[in-house]
Nanobody, 123 residues
């Protein structure tokens, strides 16, 4: 069992930056592939980024490539997402997800999900 808790959301002006964190408790975090999803009001949840269990491979949605960076620190059982050059369309609740199967993470089929953290981009 893995419990995920996101933090780091907030209100930022367009062009600003935020770093989201997802702290995991439970067993064998280092064996889990991790990802970030987001859901804006009135829209479906969408994939944002993912990182393999060993940190070697990362994946990004086209809409965030070059602006967002996912990383992990297994010593701290934490996955991060650095978000730069934020846009109003990045406004959403951001969710952390984890699964032993990397394909499941990208497809939104992870076993484990956090409660989400609100990110609002507005002037």
């Amino acid at each position: 069992q893995v419990h995920l808790v996101e933090s780091g959301g907030g209100l930022v002006q367009p062009g600003g930056s935020l770093r989201l964190s997802c702290a995991a408790s439970g067993r064998a975090f280092s064996s889990y592939n991790m990802g970030w999803f987001r859901q804006a009001p009135g829209k479906e949840r969408e994939f944002v980024a993912a990182i393999s269990y060993d940190g070697v491979n990362t994946y990004y949605a086209d809409s965030v490539k070059g602006r967002f960076t996912i990383s992990r620190d297994d010593a701290k059982n934490t996955v991060y997402m650095q978000m730069n050059t934020l846009k109003p369309e990045d406004t959403a609740v951001y969710y952390c997800a984890g699964d032993a199967n990397g394909a499941y993470v990208i497809r939104g089929l992870s076993d484990y999900w956090g409660q989400g953290t609100q990110v609002t981009i507005s002037s």
